[in-house]
């Protein structure tokens, strides 16, 4: 294996989050006069997916960049390093977020059409503060609403590599069918079904 093999893995392996193309070459650069080939590095990322291809950690693409996870395959043994399960989310938040993900931008009104119910103040903000989803702008109508998408860090939460990674069918999926689909543990052990105590009262109240 060749020494760039060797100074990517330990990049990605120390960084909290994925990383970039462009953010790799800038810290692969050093002081070197020549800077580095995108069509050598792209090999190299290559050769780490291949090499951790049947291992217990995976070298995986999400989020634009790239990141080490644990294979979706061992997840019940890595949830025991932990005493509790993590908790789960509620149906009303992952309805939520799945519509914003496949219909955006899209206002607060129009995921409530959609649902046919209210969507609380509550999910939104949990939404956010998850850095689930983000304002990407106003629609041009009366009162001039926010206009809700899904960020980056949904991609990687989720182990997408892009929004062209969704299931083709626009469906809103159960919370365990919605996790088992998309979401891969990170390396460290990271989850995104985390416990949200507000958005579960929220939900029986819609």
Known sequence: MSELFGRIEALVLASDEPLTLARLRELLAGDAEQELATGELRAVLAELESFYGGRGIRFVQVGGG????????????????????????????LETLAIIAYRQPTTRAEIEALRGVKVSSSIISTLQERGWIKVVGRKEVPGRPHLFGTSRQFLVDFGLGSLKDLPETA????????LASHQTPLFAGQSAAENDEGEERSDRSD
């Open 66 to 93: 790239w990141q080490f996870r644990t294979a979706a395959e061992h997840k019940t043994v890595v949830q025991r390093l932990w005493e509790s399960k993590p908790p789960k989310l509620g149906r009303s938040l």
């Open 171 to 178: 469906q809103l999926l159960d919370e365990e069918e919605l």
